[in-house]
């Protein structure tokens, strides 16, 4: 009996993603925020959805944006100024609305 048969019977399999070697240290396996942006739209509201770590963090409500800022917030270049605006610290609607306004 092979020695993979073996694991197959009891249902064990090595890990193979975890890597095992002595540079490996997994007390500096550190975990980053995620910060995402999600765009949801209904028949009379626009809005888009700071999301940080699978939590709702702000929304920006696509009624107080003008159409120039919503047109840049619909490029990748718009959601790369909102990412870094929240990076930054502006974790309220008027500055990132600023931060937008900026760059157009």
């Known amino acids: ?4 048969e073996n694991l197959d019977e009891y249902g064990i399999f090595p890990n193979y993603a ?9 007390d500096e396996n550190v975990v980053h925020q ?12 626009e809005e888009w959805a700071i999301i940080e770590n699978k939590k709702i963090v702000l929304l920006l409500d696509g009624n107080k944006l003008t159409n120039k800022e919503k047109g840049l917030l619909y490029t990748a270049k718009g ?5 870094d605006a929240y990076k ?17």
């Open 88 to 104: 930054e610290g502006h974790k309220s609607f008027s500055k990132i609305k600023k931060a937008i306004h900026d760059n157009i």
């Open 34 to 45: 995620v910060i995402e942006i999600k765009r949801n739209k209904n028949k009379n509201k």
């Open 79 to 83: 959601l790369k100024v909102v990412v």
């Open 18 to 26: 975890k890597p095992d070697c002595e540079l490996y240290k997994d």
């Open 1 to 4: 009996m092979k020695e993979t």
